[in-house]
């Protein structure tokens, strides 16, 4: 009788083991199943990185190499008026002489055009848009905030022509009206018309400068008792100063290697302007005019491109210019 209970037991301890096995065996194929599903994924995570890491690096040497040749093919081409043709530099930059049929190619004309272009464009236009900059980000209520900005950034895609057309159909017709101008064509209708084109870059950039500053400055000013301008001139506008020269120099950038729309009411004429309702040209005027006629290897494609090497050349001087602007600001 003593037997049958030891013979259950053992049966009973022999099936929970029996058991164990089983779902150790099933648990042991489910992790194992588990972990190489894991696996997979992690080997197509790192494979799909891989993938847009090196699309990346990619993208980035295209970039890099495309703006290398760019420079390399434009000093190439620009310093063959001086190399090949032995035409001196000094002449280039300084003298007025521009005759590429008799291998003169002096630019001072063009290039104090563009000067002068750029110059009343950044002059009425800067502060301008600094001013409405102001507004947008201390003066405005929220709401027409809101209204005001999307629509000054739609003018950034408005093409050059338009503005260019718009300045030939009502802006000469006025200037040819109410100024001394004989024709209306001059340096006051290209920086007219330049100054408009600039405004979205500037207002932008200088609301971005004036909303980066931190709250506690206004609240300081305000706490001290000043008024709103006095907060804004006292201590906003010497906050942001190196923000707003970042925004000045890219408007600097914008109107110096406008084309278009500056030879359609500048007057394309090849001599220092003698007012400011005088007509000009300007380095991007001459290019537009001159490149399409000019023959392959010849003199006048030569000063032509290095005309516009003399324009890349500016353009990277304001890129530096604005990377120390910027590290002034950090």
Do not use: C
């Not at 099936?15 to 194992?32: N, Y």
């Amino acid at each position: 009788m003593s037997d049958v209970p030891k013979t259950d037991n053992r049966s009973h301890r022999q099936g929970i083991g029996e058991a164990t096995q089983v779902v150790a065996s099933l648990w042991f194929s489910v992790g194992k199943e588990t972990l190489s599903v894991i696996s997979l994924q992690a080997a197509k995570s790192h494979r799909n990185e891989r993938i847009a890491v090196n699309v990346l690096r990619g993208a980035a040497v295209f970039v890099i190499f495309a703006i290398a040749v760019l420079i390399v093919y434009l000093a190439f081409e620009g310093t063959k008026t001086f190399s090949v043709d032995k035409f001196p530099v000094w002449k280039f930059l300084f003298s007025s002489d521009y005759d590429p049929g008799n291998n003169l190619g002096g630019s001072a004309v063009f290039i104090t055009g563009t000067l002068l272009v750029t110059g009343f464009a950044i002059v009425v236009g800067g502060p301008f848009g600094i001013a409405v900059g102001v507004f947008l980000s201390e003066v405005a209520p929220a709401r027409m905030a809101q209204i005001l900005k999307p629509a000054i950034e739609l003018l950034v895609g408005i093409p050059s022509v338009v503005y260019g057309w718009l300045g030939l159909t009502l802006l000469v017709p006025f200037l040819r009206t109410h100024t001394s101008s004989p024709s209306g064509f001059g340096l006051a209708a290209a920086g007219i018309v330049l100054s408009i084109m600039i405004l979205p870059t500037v207002i932008s950039l200088s609301e971005d400068a004036f909303r980066s500053l931190p709250v506690s400055l206004r609240e300081g000013s305000m706490a001290l008792g000043s008024t709103r301008w006095q907060m804004i001139t006292g201590v906003l506008l010497p906050s942001a100063s190196s923000g707003l020269t970042v925004a000045l120099i890219l408007g600097i950038a914008r109107a110096i290697g406008e084309a278009l729309a500056v030879q359609m009411v500048i007057g394309n004429s090849s001599q220092f302007p003698r007012g400011i309702f005088a007509p000009t040209a300007s380095l991007t005027t001459e290019i537009v005019i001159d490149m399409g006629g000019a023959p392959q290897g010849s003199f006048q494609e030569h000063v032509l491109f290095s005309m516009a090497l003399l324009l890349l050349l500016i353009a990277m001087a304001l890129i530096l210019l604005v990377r120390f602007a910027l590290r002034g600001r950090g």
